[in-house]
T-cell receptor
Framework: AQKITQTQPGMFVQEKEAVTLDCTYD???????LFWYKQPSSGEMIFLIY??????QNATEGRYSLNFQKARKSANLVISASQLGDSAMYFC???????????????FGKGTHLIIQP | NAGVTQTPKFQVLKTGQSMTLQCAQD?????MSWYRQDPGMGLRLIHY???????DQGEVPNGYNVSRSTTEDFPLRLLSAAPSQTSVYFC??????????????FGAGTRLSVL
């Protein structure tokens, strides 16, 4: 079973609209971290936002917010007032630091290709 | 303000050749890692290190070697390149404390083609 599932391979959104990118995850750990990264066409990986499993409030960073629903194991990224520069691939990732015997790194979803139209 | 630096940016190899992808960070991060990204996929962990002298395998370690002799450097070696290793390679680093939150910062990537 996939640990990180991003069900939207691609999305087209009008400029200035809000965007929600879906992410569901699978873990049996109580302590874990959820991350979103942006990858523009230039190829670099840019950190956007982090949510910890014990954080009671949803994370926010400027125009980015994370809709964290722990019981549903979902961590959707919300981009408010989208801009043309938001066009990129977006990856959801998880870290399980205490998973016994497992590798210590990020597990990524396959990504969502977001295109903002003027 | 260099962050994570990867060299080279592009490389073409013939099957069977060896090469080393370089990664250096200037943030005094204990943790460093290598990922590969294939078309239509997210990044997958190859190897990682939690400090100088300590390395371990990730999800897809076969065909790659690593070592960590200093905090700053974490080279990735391809001993005998195969076409299946054609990919984009990313190096990342982070602090180790507050394990779940340690944000991994990525280098710009190395695009490798094996013919």
């Amino acid at each position: 079973a996939q640990k990180i599932t991003q069900t939207q391979p691609g999305m087209f959104v009008q400029e200035k609209e809000a965007v929600t990118l879906d992410c569901t995850y699978d873990t049996s750990d109580q302590s874990y971290g959820l991350f979103w990264y942006k990858q523009p066409s230039s190829g670099e990986m840019i950190f956007l936002i982090y949510q910890g499993s014990y954080d009671e409030q949803n994370a926010t960073e400027g125009r980015y917010s994370l809709n964290f629903q722990k019981a549903r194991k979902s961590a959707n990224l919300v981009i408010s007032a989208s801009q043309l520069g938001d066009s990129a691939m977006y990856f959801c990732a998880m870290r399980e630091p205490y998973s016994g015997g497992g590798a210590d790194g990020l597990t990524f979803g396959k990504g969502t290709h977001l295109i903002i139209q003027p | 303000n260099a962050g994570v630096t990867q060299t080279p940016k592009f490389q073409v190899l013939k099957t069977g050749q060896s090469m080393t992808l370089q990664c250096a960070q200037d943030m005094n991060h204990e943790y460093m890692s290598w990922y590969r990204q294939d078309p239509g996929m997210g990044l997958r962990l190859i190897h990682y290190s939690v400090g100088a002298g300590i390395t371990d395998q990730g999800e897809v370690p076969n065909g790659y070697n690593v070592s960590r002799s200093t905090t700053e450097d974490f080279p990735l070696r391809l001993l005998s390149a195969a076409p299946s290793q054609t990919s984009v390679y990313f190096c990342a680093s982070s602090y180790r404390k507050n394990l779940a939150k340690n944000i991994q910062y990525f280098g710009a990537g190395t695009r490798l083609s094996v013919l």
